[in-house]
């Protein structure tokens, strides 16, 4: 059955700061990692890729069930040159159909190419400035264990990982033949003997957190006289990243109370109001605030991080993990802020060498057009700009008001109002055209996604993009805010029974000393 189904073996070699010439997605309805767009003359196109394929293993590793991102992450850490095992769309469609096994498919062909990758590429340990540097690298333990074996090396310090399994923890985790363990868990273990580093492996139950290097991460440190500690190390590998939460004010302020406890000094988010700006911008119960506006909070009161939130006037930007995140990075004894700063320290050029692998997970980019009749209270919707930003977007959207029957959703990007461009107009005149509608209203709106996916590609965003639309807009009875409104810029505060009626947020004080603040 498996005869007639033969994978391809592609090896793909860049040069240094360019592309392998081809995107690397995820799409609906379409079973694998897809392999579109490969570039006239590229790389990708030299070595043999053609649209349509279907990955089955990279630098010998079994990938066809890994989650994309990982997938993406083991072709960019692969430095200039990378090993692919293709499949073409109609036999991978075949092989589906057939219940082929996948992995058995073409190992042969991959026991070659696992040999050959063993040896870590050039650029596998360098981070967005171009020189090497040594890894953080999280292992989460798997049935089988870790998936790689210590070895020493006579005159050369520390202990080498060796024996990876192609589909192990170690693997999965960024971990590479031959890289040289310098810290467990945020210790440094350069002069450990073996029984004393796998003691501390072991100690780490499930999750460990291993400080690597290689051979030309080390010459490299070596000649610049550097030490190597976590501090200079490259945090891409990381699984687990901290999120940046942008959130617009509304009119009750942002939907969410914020807590320190005690005993950690955690700044810890609680109560996020379900549908407000919090809850809609990504914000969850329990996050924990790394920073405010760029600006980190540890170490800091409570009253300094509310002080800090409330000096926006109509947004606020948070840098947050969940308690997953934040054990990650306890366990390497690093701030996950570290993270968020050396990706903004990214120059233009190297970000772009960064994202030339695009994924694309089921994001639907069509602009929509939603018409609707006003109700005896409005349309059901806020309007709401970001100072000194260009464009508007529209919030507070009433689930079963005209808006919200129409498809309009929180957070989206108004592009068109009654047909007319509406992007680079002022908030007052977009008000202006929305109330000389009358009772009718047609807007083109868009995801914010989708915003972004447009401006980043240079495409205008118009009508004809969207899905073909001749119903008339439902009718509406139901009691909504009228017309469009700016968001207050002060926040109307959630109070409680205790708290003064004067006091700029409410305040309340739990069994455990924990300050909680509405905001």
Do not use: W
């Not at 003064?500 to 305040?507: G, K, V």
Request: with cysteine; aromatic share 6%.
């Amino acid at each position: 059955m498996t005869s007639a189904l033969q994978p391809r073996e592609c090896r793909v070699t860049k040069k240094p700061q360019k592309k392998y010439g081809f995107f690397l997605r995820v799409e609906e309805d379409t079973a694998g990692h897809v392999i579109r767009n490969v570039g006239h003359n590229s790389p990708a196109e030299r070595a043999g890729l053609r649209d349509g394929d279907r990955v089955l293993r990279v630098n010998g590793v079994f990938v066809d069930k890994e989650e994309h991102a990982q997938v993406v992450e083991i072709v960019r850490s692969s430095g200039n040159s990378v090993v692919l095992l293709v499949l073409d769309d109609a036999s991978y469609e075949k092989a589906q159909k057939e219940g082929v096994n996948l992995e058995e498919l073409g190992q042969k062909a991959s026991t070659g190419q696992q040999q050959e990758q063993q040896c870590p590429p050039s650029m596998a340990n360098r981070g967005t400035t171009g020189a090497p540097q040594p890894r953080l690298c999280y292992l989460v333990k798997e049935e089988t264990g870790y998936g790689f074996s210590l070895k020493s090396t006579e005159g050369q310090k520390g202990l080498f990982i060796v024996e990876i399994s192609p589909q192990g923890a170690a693997a999965k985790a960024g971990v590479q033949n031959n890289d040289r363990l310098i810290e467990i868990n945020g210790k440094n273990v350069e002069n450990d003997t073996h029984e004393e580093v796998v003691e501390k492996v072991k100690k780490s139950e499930n999750h460990v957190m291993f400080l690597l290097s290689n051979e030309e991460t080390d010459s490299y440190f070596t000649s610049q006289k550097m030490s190597l500690s976590k501090e200079n190390a490259s945090l891409r590998l990381l699984p687990l990243k901290p999120r940046l939460i942008e959130i617009e004010k509304g009119k009750s302020g942002y939907g969410f109370y914020l807590r320190m406890e005690q005993n950690t000094g955690d700044h810890i988010i609680k109560d996020v109001d379900s549908g407000s700006p919090a809850a809609t911008a990504g914000l969850k119960d329990n996050d924990i605030v790394v920073a405010v506006n760029g600006e980190q909070v540890h170490g800091l009161d409570h009253e300094s991080v509310v002080g800090r939130i409330k000096q926006s006037e109509e947004r606020t930007s948070l840098l947050v993990v969940d308690k997953e995140t934040d054990s990650m990075y306890k366990l390497a004894q690093i701030s996950p802020f570290s993270y968020y700063y050396k990706a903004q320290d990214s120059t233009p050029a190297q970000m772009e060498e960064r994202v030339e692998l695009h994924i694309e997970q089921k994001v639907n980019h069509k602009p929509r057009i939603c018409k609707m009749v006003k109700g005896p209270n409005g349309f059901g919707f806020s309007l709401n700009m970001i100072k000194n930003k260009p464009g508007l977007f529209i919030t507070e959207v009433q689930s079963q008001g005209p808006a919200g029957r129409a498809g309009v959703e929180n957070n989206d990007f108004l592009v068109e109002v009654n047909g007319v461009n509406v992007t680079d107009e002022s908030y007052d005149k977009v008000v202006a055209r929305i109330k000389s509608s009358g009772d009718r209203l047609t807007l083109l709106v868009c995801s914010r996604d989708a915003y972004r996916y447009f401006q980043g590609q240079n495409i205008p965003i118009t009508a004809s993009m969207a899905d073909s639309d001749t119903s008339e807009p439902p009718a509406h009875t139901e009691n909504h805010p009228s017309e469009p409104e700016r968001n207050s810029p002060e926040p109307r505060e959630r109070a409680d029974s205790s708290s003064s009626s004067q006091s700029a947020a409410s305040t309340r004080a739990d069994d455990d000393n924990s300050d909680d603040t509405k905001l």
